[in-house]
């Protein structure tokens, strides 16, 4: 069945919208809700801003475009009057990592009251896992597979930034990532498009509430527009070098579903796209995304973006940067005062269209209605602070980033049920440069959180286990050093106690922007490390933070039981004495594979089969030399302290036409000794298309909670969107033929059927 059976234009411009009109209007999730409600109809949010911009001159316009850096933190009082005086000359229209109250309040007054036309300022700011209350970050809550967890989390920090005065967070960043070097990968959802897409309209929801006029929403950023996760070489900055399917299969979903569940805000990636530079893509901005999408929302430079068309070689000048920012659909110049300074005689001499400007300004505007901004310009702010003081690191907003934390931690290695620990323990020896690091539970891009909030894991153990037992700390080595004098220190704690948990893993500044690494090895002597406490034969238990996965390979087999934390946010070292002791049951799974070393990246589940596949005893076969062309732990991994099995898969019809619904149904039983969460994966493979397919993708996922012997039925409906494909001329399409659905605990494993998909 074609959606669309127009001749393919020539045109790259004609080339994308053609793909893009084809494609589905949202990736299926259960879970999604409506888009927020603006404040007001369109109508009249039109007559206000067509009034508004009738009264404006060209520079108080392209004021409205400036986005200067932040001001009243890091900036003395020269640099403060001078950015006030370009308040009062209506020279900016935003400002970037500006917060506080007060502060926000005494800018928002400027502005209004003491400018020509009082239009409001916009605060935006990296509100990206929390504000002040840090959650885990992104990578860590994909791993809960919960995105009302996650949508929950995005709410919390939307209520404290509002209340600090913050109108605009840049967040969600929803690319996908599947080169682990890449420092960025953990402020994502990891590899998969689909939970990429889930989780992306989850977070949207969050930051942006159900109403946008309210004064706890802000206005929600879907980043980094696009493939800017496929940067050649885990380099940030680099080219992304993809093609036409990759990008449209892979890469756009994610965003399509952010704009579906209501984004008020796009921001262009660092990246270019077959060799035009992402601020310059006329045709991704404003051929996809705005006509084919049907986006109208506002379009934010990356942080001097646009004037980085100048290195890029696609602009000569500061001039030529910024008329290629706006002719592409850059609403507004992140930093570079490119748009403020060089484009007012360019606009002036008619090598800029004032159409071009006044679109972007509009969108500007609209921003600032739909927040309700021009009813009440203070509603984010209040002069005492009170609701600042009021709605900040409250304990409600600290247990829910304890609970998103319980659920993002993924067990990968429970041998000889060495988890839970026992709370009769005499000694237990916490061994590790993390086992007290603040900076690790908040991780990167932690807004305004302070170490002094956070609870490490150290001190979470401390409060679980109380007096009934000695705890024996030892640093044994720091994180990424050569030296292994404390390595003696180590294994005597560790031989002096009953039990031994290490916590080891990456600092907090080797993950994020500009982080990126040539190895995924524990830094340091980390390992060496951890197998010379092994060797002493106690239990031992490792738990790793880290913002990427890590090839540890080493201490499979050595090292019994390994949990994976990444940065879990302030109340990580709670949630993390949870799970160890057994309070919590743990239910996270891997939102990315782990490889055994760097030399498999990227690898991913849902690569394509080749001509060649693997086979363990054909040499000519897609594999390795030196290692296993497997995952050391596949995506959707993680263990529980109980077991499931899997069984009675059933479809409901064997066969179904293109355009029909398709029920699956699956028992899952939970065959242990205690209750536990199951994250239960659906994944689909079209087994002979007409061009090549994945070996299988998720289509579905539900977090399933069961008692010791019970099951219980689980179904899932599959619809168009999920059996679709483009087919070679880049149709979205679904083809005639068999596909099979896979059932199970993660990608890698699961029940499996078949069913056939017939002509109309």
């Excluded at 506002?298 to 000048?317: Q, R």
């Excluded at 599959?718 to 099979?740: C, I, K, N």
Aim: proline share 6%; glycine share 10%; net charge negative.
């Amino acid at each position: 069945m074609k959606l669309n059976t127009q001749t393919r234009p020539c045109s790259v411009l004609a080339g994308l919208l053609a793909v893009a009109l084809a494609s589905p209007a949202a990736w299926a999730d259960p879970q999604r809700g409506a888009a927020p409600a603006v404040s007001g109809d369109r109508a009249a949010e039109r007559a206000f801003v067509d009034a508004l911009m009738a009264k404006m001159t060209l520079d108080e316009k392209l004021g409205q475009l400036n986005q200067p850096p932040g001001v009243g933190n890091n900036t003395g009082p020269e640099a403060m009057a001078g950015s006030e005086d370009q308040i009062r000359k209506g020279q900016i229209g935003s400002y970037l990592g500006t917060q506080g109250a007060e502060l926000t309040c005494r800018l928002q007054r400027i502005a209004v009251e003491e400018s020509r036309l009082g239009i409001p300022l916009l605060f935006a700011y990296d509100v990206i896992h929390g504000h002040r209350t840090i959650f885990p970050v992104p990578l860590g809550e994909a791993a809960s597979f919960d995105p009302a967890e996650v949508q929950n989390a995005a709410r919390v920090a939307a209520v404290e930034a509002t209340a600090h005065g913050i109108h605009w967070t840049y967040a969600p960043m929803v690319d996908i990532a599947r080169d682990p070097r890449w420092g960025r990968v953990v402020e994502g959802a990891g590899e998969d498009t689909y939970l990429g897409s889930v989780l992306a309209a989850a977070r949207v929801r969050g930051f942006q509430g159900t109403d946008l006029a309210a004064p706890d929403t802000l206005l929600a950023t879907a980043k980094h527009f696009v493939a800017y996760g496929a940067a050649e070489g885990g380099r940030d900055y680099d080219v992304a070098d993809i093609s036409e399917r990759t990008l449209h299969e892979v890469y756009l979903p994610p965003f399509k579903a952010a704009v579906d569940a209501g984004a008020q805000s796009v921001m262009a990636s660092f990246n270019e796209v077959a060799g035009v530079p992402m601020h310059a893509h006329q045709p991704l901005i404003e051929g996809v995304l705005r006509q084919a999408w049907g986006w109208d929302g506002l379009l934010v430079s990356d942080y001097t973006g646009v004037m980085e068309l100048m290195p890029h070689g696609v602009a000569a000048d500061r001039e030529e940067a910024g008329r290629l920012g706006l002719r592409a659909g850059v609403d507004v110049d992140m930093v570079s005062t490119i748009y403020l300074k060089d484009l007012p005689a360019a606009v002036r001499a008619g090598r800029v269209p004032m159409a071009q400007v006044d679109a972007s300004v509009r969108r500007v505007l609209n921003a600032k209605h739909r927040l309700g901004l021009f009813d009440d310009p203070y509603r984010y702010c209040t002069d005492d602070g009170a609701r600042e003081r009021a709605l900040t690191l409250t304990p409600a907003h600290r247990q829910a980033a304890r609970t998103m934390a319980q659920k993002s931690l993924v067990l990968l290695e429970n041998n000889n049920d060495t988890l839970p620990l026992s709370r009769s323990l005499r000694t237990l020896a916490v061994i590790g440069p993390l086992a007290d690091h603040p900076r690790a539970m908040l991780g990167n891009w932690a807004a305004i959180g302070r170490e002094e909030d956070a609870v490490t894991p150290l001190a979470g153990l401390k409060a679980a286990l109380g007096d009934g037992t000695r705890l024996i700390v030892a640093k044994g080595a720091d994180i990424d050093s050569q030296d292994t004098s404390g390595f003696d220190a180590a294994v005597r704690a560790a031989k002096q106690a009953d039990a031994v948990v290490m916590f080891l893993g990456e600092h907090p500044d080797m993950s994020a922007e500009a982080n990126n690494r040539t190895t995924l090895d524990l830094p340091g002597v980390q390992e060496r490390l951890a197998l010379a406490v092994a060797a002493t034969g106690k239990p031992v238990v490792a738990v790793l933070l880290n913002g990427r996965p890590l090839s540890i390979g080493a201490l499979q087999g050595k090292v019994p039981a390994i949990l994976e934390a990444w940065f879990p946010g302030v109340e990580g070292g709670h949630a993390i004495a949870d799970v160890l002791l057994g309070d919590v049951n743990p239910s996270g799974k891997l939102p990315v594979t782990f490889p055994r070393n760097v030399g498999q990246v990227p690898i991913y589940y849902a690569h394509k089969n080749t001509g060649r596949p693997p086979r363990e005893q054909e040499k000519y076969s897609s594999k390795y030399l030196d290692v296993h062309w497997t995952p050391q732990y596949p995506f959707g991994h993680g263990l529980s302290y109980t077991t499931f099995g899997y069984g009675d898969l059933s479809v409901k019809q064997p066969r179904l036409r293109a355009d029909g619904q398709q029920e699956v149904a699956v028992r899952v039983t939970n065959t242990g000794p205690r209750a536990g969460v199951e994250v239960v994966q659906l994944y689909v493979r079209d087994d002979v298309a007409s061009v090549t397919r994945p070996v299988k993708q998720l289509r579905g996922f539900q977090r399933v909670a069961l008692e010791p012997g019970e099951s219980r039925t689980v179904t899932f409906t599959l619809g168009f969107d999920d059996l679709a494909m483009y087919d070679a001329a880049m149709q979205r399409v679904v083809e005639p033929g068999t596909f099979t659905v896979f059932v199970g605990g993660s990608s890698a494993d699961g029940v499996q059927a078949q069913f056939e998909v017939v002509r109309q």
